[in-house]
């Protein structure tokens, strides 16, 4: 985990914090319905990548939550390094940077299922809610090969270098010269090779809570995530993983609705909310 991402997780610490410290002491007038679900949406960035989720929950007490949530992840190594080769891309705008090494695009999906736990509830007005989560679940790793355009051989004509090429897997014409690698082939090549990788996966994070409105969710979550593949997972080339675990920071947000109440009946009152 670099500096830079340290100094985000903790900057949204703070930043917490202080909503907590800002709290004016006067009693927050609406209160959350006796039953209620959940829709709820996020974006959040990884130690080794970015992603999305949404979550489906059921209020089953005061302070717990039950939680379905579908997770996708786009999955990077930290040894991953872009590089362009200046010979080829001073005549040719084709040429694009690459990923030296890079064997799979991998893209994780999850279907989990867990709890929350409210901590500390929203007592004064402008205060902050404080939640554990806890998922497990199913991983299912999609692994896109990654294909170069590399050079096959070399012919001289008036003096004039005419270099052949074509794509190939990073294992299969890797002959130890960076120069030979022109650039990465189209994102198409491959989608026909994909692979998926089945696993299970458990969550763990704390959710920060401020929004003002008790039936709305605008939330800063902070946790980890460690997944187990049943067959070993390759981003980068000769260097396969069961077992993979990352830190991440997420916004989240989303409605909170009485089930027992009529669709066409909640539309008109989030209506008369704006």
């Known amino acids: 985990m670099t500096l830079v991402r340290r100094f985000i997780v903790l900057l949204f610490f703070v930043v917490c ?4 410290a800002s709290a004016q002491g006067e009693f927050a007038e609406d209160r959350e319905s006796l039953r209620y679900n959940v829709n709820q949406f996020g974006a959040k960035v990884n130690t080794n990548g970015f992603g999305f989720v949404y979550t489906f929950a059921q209020r089953v007490t005061y302070k717990l939550r039950r939680n379905y949530e579908v997770e996708y992840d786009y999955v990077s190594s930290p040894k991953e390094v ?3 080769n200046s010979y080829f891309a001073s005549y040719n705008s084709n040429v694009k940077r690459f990923i030296f090494g890079k064997d799979n695009s991998v893209h994780n999906i999850r279907l989990g ?5 409210m901590m500390f509830e929203k007592r004064d007005k402008n205060s902050v809610s404080i939640h554990l989560q806890a998922n497990v679940g199913f991983s299912f790793a ?3 090969p990654m294909y170069y355009e590399m050079v096959d051989s070399v012919t001289v004509f008036n003096n004039m270098a005419n270099y052949h090429y074509s794509r190939h897997r990073f294992e299969d014409y890797y002959t130890g010269k960076v120069s030979d690698i022109i650039t990465k082939a189209p994102f198409s090549t491959g989608l026909n090779e994909i ?3 089945p696993g299970n996966y458990v969550k763990l994070d704390f959710s920060f809570d401020f929004a003002r409105n008790a039936m709305i969710v605008s939330a800063i979550e ?3 995530i460690v997944d187990f593949y049943y067959f070993p997972v390759t981003i980068m080339y000769n ?6 675990w990352s830190l991440y920071i997420a ?3 989303g409605r909170k609705y009485n089930p027992t109440l009529n669709r066409d009946y909640r539309r008109e009152q989030r209506k008369l909310q704006r």
């Open 82 to 84: 872009k590089m362009i």
């Open 251 to 253: 916004y989240q947000f």
């Open 17 to 20: 914090i202080c909503k907590l």
């Open 195 to 197: 692979k998926v990788r």
């Open 239 to 244: 260097q396969p993983h069961n077992f993979m």
């Open 113 to 117: 299922y867990g709890y929350n736990w």
């Open 142 to 144: 999609f692994e896109k």
């Open 222 to 224: 902070v946790g980890g």
